[in-house]
């Protein structure tokens, strides 16, 4: 089992930068791959970003690819999503999930623990 915290959502303007953090308990974390997802208003859920167990091997979402940038620290039993360059479609409750498999998927189903969601909100 394996807990997940996210935190450092918030109101932002457009164009500018926000980092939320997620922190794992429960479980060795540098056996999960670590995945963000976010959620607006009225749609599913959408894969944003992977990071591999060992944070060596990164993935992004084509929508989010050379403004957000995930990593980890498995010293903290944290995983990070920096976003730069935000924009107002980027607003959306942002969740972290963990996934113990190797095999790279950007499917929701597929990984076994979600934290809560923390918010992102981008204003004009």
């Known amino acids: 089992q394996v807990q997940l915290v996210e935190s450092g959502g918030g109101l932002v303007q457009a164009g500018g930068s926000l980092r939320v953090s997620c922190a794992a308990s429960?479980?060795?974390?540098?056996?999960?791959?670590m995945g963000w997802f976010r959620q607006a208003p009225g749609k599913e859920r959408d894969f944003v970003a992977r990071?591999?167990?060992?944070?060596?091997?990164?993935y992004y979402a084509d929508s989010v690819k050379g403004r957000f940038t995930i990593s980890r620290d498995n010293t903290k039993n944290t995983v990070y999503l920096q976003m730069n360059s935000l924009k107002l479609e980027d607003t959306a409750v942002y969740y972290c999930?963990?996934?113990?498999?190797?095999?790279?998927?950007?499917?929701?189903?597929?990984?076994?623990?979600w934290g809560q969601g923390t918010q992102v909100t981008v204003s004009s």
């Open positions: 990071i591999s167990r060992s944070g060596r091997s990164t």
């Open positions: 999930a963990a996934d113990p498999r190797i095999i790279v998927t950007t499917t929701s189903s597929r990984y076994d623990y």
């Open positions: 429960g479980s060795t974390f540098s056996n999960y791959a």
